[in-house]
Structures are given as C-alpha cells and as structure tokens.
C-alpha cells in the first residue's frame, strides 16, 4: 500500500472541467431544441407576417377590418385587380402601431371630388398614407358612389364619404361661396365649369370638417395627382409641412405633368416615371430656349393646367379660391412656392381618357361650342378628335400629341432639365399592390356587406345617382339666398369679394414673354 502512488489533486480538476466545458453547450442545444419544437413562447419578429395572413397597414389597426383571407371562393373578380406575390417586397409587421390621430403632427387631410374606381382610389390613397396623409374627405359620384366601391371606402380609417344627394345640394346653396360674386364667372356653363364649381362647393364643406377633426392642412387634390415631397430631410409630406414657417399660411406645388411613352399604359401609377417639370422649377433660359421642342406642335408647353396645387393651414376665415388655391376672407395669405416638391399629375395617361372625357361632356364637337365646356385648349382639341374620328384616327392623333415616342428628343430634354424622372410613387405603390393591402380590404369590405345591407345601398346609391342627375344649374339653386347673402355681405368684412376664383391656368406661352421684353 505505501508503494501506491496518490493522483495529484490539481489533474482531477482539470478533468472536472474539461467534462463540463463538454457538456454545457450540449445542454443548452438541447434546451434551445425544446423551445423550438414546443414553441417556447418565443415571439420571433420574423414570423409575425405571413403571406397566409391578413395584411394591416400601419395606421390600420383601428380599422373596422377584420382579419381575412386574401381570397375567397365567393370573391368578386374585382380583388384580382390588385394582384400580388407571395412576398411581398414591401413588408411590414402585422403588429406595428402607427396612430395617425394621436401625437403625429402636423394632422394632414386632403379633399377630393371623384367619380373613379378602385383602381385608382387605392393606390392613391394609400400612396399619401404612406407619405403622411391621414384624413380623406371623398365628394363621390358615379362610378365611385356605387355600393361595390363606397362601401370599401367607407371600411377605411380615416375616410369619410360624401354622396352628392339632393340634401347636399340643398346645403351647398346655402352656402356662403354660393351667393358670392369671385365664383359666379363660372355658373351658366357644362364639364368642366360646373365641376370647378362643385369642386369649389365640396372644398368649401371640406374645411369646416377638417377643423371638427382637428387638422392642421388640407389640400384638394384630383385621383390622378400624386404630392412629391422631394426637398424634406425624408420623402414625407409631414416632414415637409412640418418645416414650413409658422406665419405661412398656403403652400404651392408646382406640378409636373406625366409624359407617357407607350400608348397600352394601363396602370399610370405604376407605369409612368417621366414628367415634363413646370416653369417655376426651371431657369427662363431653358423653359423658353426649349419650349418649341416642348410643346411638340400641342398649344402649350403642358396639356392641361400650369398653375399647381396648394395646401393651406386650417385657420378662421379660410375659404377655397377654386380647384387650385386657398384664400382668406379677413386677409391675403402669406403663401409660398416649394422649390422642389411637386404635384405629379398624369393627365391623358391611358387612351381611354380621351374617351372617358367626351362621354361625361354633351357639347358639340365645334371650336365654338367646346369654349363653353372646357377651360384649356387641348382639352378642346381632344374632345373634338374623340367626337368625331374613328379609332384608329384617335390612336394616331394620341401617338402624335401625348406619347414621347422619340427617345433622341427624349434623351435631349432630359439631359437640358425639361423632362425628369421620378421613381418613388412607382416603387411605393408597386410595393403596396405587392403586399395584398388593396385585394384584403376589398375582401374584407365585400365580406361584411350582408344581403340586406347590399340592397339597402344599392337603394341608396340609386337614389344618390338620381339626385345628382338634378344639376347646379348656374345660381338658381341660390336665389331664395340672394337676400341673405346681401346682408351678410353687408356686415362682413370682405377684402377679397371682387378678386375671381384662379381657374386652371396655362404655362406661360413664349410669344407673352417675348412681348414683354419688348
């Protein structure tokens, strides 16, 4: 026994040691390995979206919508219209809180009066919910008062839908705007008189609900424009509106005007990324140095309108000065013009808009008669052609006038600063087509309209078509006013009664330069 030898103490813990080194990492493996396989109540950022699930927008998870399939067996085909991949490349999370009406400032709205589809309410919509809009006030009719699309509208937070019914005109006449002299210039006449007046009207009673709700600005804006906030630290309309000066009353953006390059564009939004840029965004060396090859033969250096959009801050004694501006009853507004941000309008994108706008007008396809309908000159000049030539006269006449076919010229202008390309819409609605947003609200919205709520709103709607046939014709709805209207004017102070309402307006032409030179 005293010839064994005893193991030195420090060799027995080094073994001890290396065996737990060894079998601490195979533990926790096997630890981790049984979270996974019983789900371990792990929440993994990841797997909260799915392509399976329902897709809820930021600032949509105060919505009415209930969590849906993207389709059904009973879904109307309309859904197919905003088809999607099943990745989406645009993602967010299903989770994510995004409150537009809690501490976000500034609270945008903006106004639209519009007869469209779906097709293009959706993505305009959620295009300027993504840049920071988060009210709507819809004036709807036509095709956009219908039960299959008012009751999608109505299924989104923060919109409000506005039918043209006989009550409504009944309260419009007794508006203010109504029984004033800067608008009447525009009573009397068809197209697109009587809908600058409506749009003046429905601007009007826009206002005072976006003070009840709380607003900061509004703006009114058509379904074929689309707010480029370029020159804010982040491609936001908020961000922009937010730098803007406190004593700053209206902001103006110059638009830009969509110029195509195939005559099938069937989708603008997501189709077009080349714009002719206004006058104000250019140097009078290049507008007018490159304005013959800008206008192509057309009548003006833009197809329809030149004077932009504005966005004025919600203050007492706010009115609208037509489809363009903003003014104040007790003041001039301070307004300035953004150097960089823009209103992107894609007008005449599609041939069918040749069409669609000589079917909602009556006039007489002569010189003469289209001077009562229409303000601009190549809208004159497209609703004879669409009234009077055949298809493929209108194609030719379509290719020669609005499509960009020559890629020398095209190249040419874009390099001297007259045309431009612009990416961001494109790719933010492409991303939100992509990610199911417009097909799960559709679903959803279709999915909870019961049958005897659908032909309740079919009655309504049809009652609502019916009233709207009974047209603002001229002042006479407002004559039974004419006696208020004086008094009141007489005890207003008015410091703007007598200026006109700013109508759409052309680029300036080069001849009126040249003139004033002279």
């Given amino acids: ?9 420090s060799s027995s813990a080094a073994a001890k040691l290396l065996l737990l080194l060894t079998l601490l990492p195979l533990s926790l493996a096997l630890f981790a390995f049984l979270l996974q396989w019983r789900g371990g109540g792990i929440d993994d950022p990841i797997s909260r979206w799915s392509p399976d699930e329902s897709h809820k927008f930021p600032g949509m998870d105060s919505s009415p919508l209930a969590t849906v399939g993207h389709s059904s067996s009973n879904s109307p085909d309309c859904t197919s219209l905003f088809g999607h991949s099943s990745t989406a490349s645009f993602p967010y999370f299903k989770d994510w809180k995004f409150n537009f009406h809690s501490d976000l400032k500034p609270k945008i709205c903006v106004t639209t009066s519009t007869s469209a589809g779906l097709e293009q309410i959706l993505p305009w919509m959620f295009y300027h919910k993504v840049i920071g809009v988060s009210t709507f006030f819809l004036f709807v009719e036509g095709k956009a008062a219908s039960p299959q699309v008012s009751k999608v509208l109505e299924s989104i937070a923060g919109v409000k839908v506005i039918y043209r019914t006989k009550e409504l005109e009944d309260q419009q006449a007794k508006s203010r705007i109504w029984n004033e002299t800067w608008l009447s210039s525009f009573f009397y006449k068809p197209c697109n008189y009587e809908l600058f007046v409506k749009q003046s009207l429905n601007m009007e009673m826009a206002i005072v609900m976006a003070r009840d709700a709380g607003m900061d600005w509004i ?23 937010l730098d803007v000066p406190k004593n700053v009353d209206m902001v103006v953006f110059p638009n830009y005007e969509s110029s195509i390059e195939r ?20 140097t009078k060396d ?25 966005a004025a801050r919600i203050q007492d004694h706010l009115r609208p000065n037509g489809a363009h501006r903003w003014h104040n009853y007790m003041k001039t507004p301070n307004e300035i013009k953004l150097e960089e941000a823009a209103v992107l309008h894609y007008t005449y994108s599609k041939f069918s808009d040749l069409t669609s706008r000589r079917d909602r007008c009556g006039c007489k396809p002569t010189k003469d008669d289209v001077k009562r309908c229409f303000m601009l000159e190549f809208d004159r000049s497209a609703f004879i052609i669409a009234s009077t030539a055949t298809e493929e006269e209108m194609l030719n006449w379509y290719r020669e006038h609005v499509v960009w076919t020559d890629r020398a010229l095209n190249l040419k202008l874009l390099r001297k600063g007259i045309l431009t390309r612009i990416y961001a819409p494109m790719t933010i609605i492409q991303g939100l087509r992509e990610s199911g947003i417009f097909g799960s609200i559709i679903a959803s919205a279709q999915g909870s309209l019961s049958k005897d709520n659908f032909l309740a709103s079919i009655e309504s709607s049809n009652s609502s078509r019916a009233s709207s046939s009974i047209k603002l014709d001229s002042r006479k709805i407002g004559r039974d006013s004419v006696s208020k209207s004086a008094a009141r004017k007489a005890l207003d102070i008015d410091i703007s009664s007598d200026e006109s309402a700013v109508p759409p307006l052309s680029p300036p032409l080069i001849d009126e330069d040249a003139q004033k030179e002279e």
Wanted: no cysteine.
């Fill in 1 to 9: 026994m005293a010839g064994l030898r005893q193991q030195p103490p």
């Fill in 219 to 241: 703006l009114h804006l058509d379904t074929d424009e689309l707010i480029h906030p370029a020159g804010a630290r982040e491609y936001s309309l908020r961000q922009l509106l």
């Fill in 263 to 282: 005559d099938d564009v069937k989708e603008p939004f997501t189709e077009v990324s080349m714009f002719k840029k206004n006058y104000d965004h250019l």
């Fill in 286 to 310: 290049t507008y007018f140095g490159m304005y013959k090859e800008s206008t192509r033969g057309n009548p003006n250096y833009f197809l329809t309108y030149g004077n932009g959009k504005s």
